[in-house]
């Protein structure tokens, strides 16, 4: 069995107690920031972690996982973590659930509470502002078992759980094509997001397949309900002929209509718009909004299962990809197809 570092380990190297080791790790204000940085740092080297862990190994008892989500409020992570339990529950482990709510600092230190706490795996769905992966890093030297969920880190090779994001933005945008949109905006997410650039390459793969121009001033950054009111307030002032709207999420497509609402555009008949999500938002816009739908609740059953057999395996699994599957739905927000337009 390999030898997992221990506070005497720490100790006897730097030459002081193991209580003020404890106490260092615990950043007691009684240790000077000498010691704190000389014990942190050689717990890192040594890949130290807590007591409760190894516990927990020898008993075999371990059977606590995290979760890190960016927001719980939206329904698809809620959909998510649903998932998540159901599949747990039956296979008998707790779920430690954080949120990092988007920020890139709060991410790290859930990923380190995490750690600390002794979780078996962890499940985890990254921040938008998240363009550095040591935290995670960190999670693989400590051979932590890890499954990403829709927006994954694809220079890591851990297990991750997707949906086809070109393929879904394509079927979205054909609709809007097929159903008589020619001048189509995009209102795309953030860069460093895999799930957006795959989105917004689907969007173009329609256009081209449809034989429809590229117009780059038709692709904005908008990826927020607040930030599509004043985008398609914008496209309004500006005057800008279109006649489509695909959005990143569901909220941002809520904020679109309710900005061309504002300004007496009839949806769908001048502009139709398609969301992405099937959220519950996108249920109660007026009109109701058309949406490609992902199985957040699939996506979570699957990523639990994904992890839970990691780390009952005795054998050692090549990272694995698994693809959820995704459909329209199809409301009043878009035109139907083969009839023509009012414009």
Do not use: W
Request: with cysteine; net charge positive; proline share 3%.
């Amino acid at each position: 069995m390999v030898h997992r570092a221990t506070i005497k380990d720490i100790a006897k190297k730097i030459g002081i107690s193991p209580s003020t080791v404890s106490r260092a790790l615990k950043n007691h204000p009684d240790i000077s920031e000498k010691t704190k940085k000389a014990v942190i740092e050689l717990a890192e080297k040594l890949k130290y972690r807590p007591n409760q862990l190894a516990l927990n190994l020898r008993k075999n008892q371990n059977n606590t996982i995290g979760v890190i989500i960016p927001q719980i409020v939206h329904y698809f992570f809620s959909s998510i973590i649903s998932g998540i339990e159901d599949y747990t529950s039956k296979k008998g482990y707790n779920v430690i659930l954080t949120q990092s709510n988007e920020k890139f600092q709060k991410e790290i230190d859930n990923t380190n509470t995490l750690i600390n706490t002794g979780v078996a795996g962890i499940l985890i769905s990254r921040t938008k502002e998240t363009t550095s992966f040591e935290h995670f890093k960190k999670l693989l030297n400590y051979d932590i078992p890890v499954v990403f969920f829709d927006r994954i880190c694809p220079t890591l090779k851990t297990d991750k759980v997707i949906v086809n994001d070109e393929y879904a933005a394509f079927i979205g945008v054909e609709h809007l094509i097929k159903s008589g949109c020619k001048k189509i905006i995009h209102f795309k997410g953030p860069e460093n997001l895999s799930i957006s650039i795959k989105r917004q390459t689907g969007y173009l793969e329609a256009l081209r397949e449809y034989k429809l121009k590229r117009n780059n001033d038709f692709i904005i950054r908008c990826d927020s309900y607040e930030d599509a009111k004043i985008e398609t307030q914008k496209l309004i002032d500006k005057k800008i002929d279109f006649d489509g709207i695909f959005t990143v999420n569901d909220d941002t497509a809520a904020g679109a209509i309710e900005a061309l609402v504002k300004n007496g555009v009839k949806i769908p008949s001048e502009v139709s718009i398609m969301g992405y999500s099937n959220d519950l938002i996108s249920q109660i816009t007026n009109p109701k909004l058309s949406t490609v739908e992902q199985s957040g609740y699939e996506m979570g059953y699957t990523s639990a299962k994904l992890l839970i057999e990691r780390i009952e395996s005795e054998k050692t699994i090549r990272p694995r990809t698994e693809v959820v599957s995704v459909k329209l739905v199809l409301r009043e927000s878009t035109k139907p197809i083969n009839i023509p337009s009012e414009n």
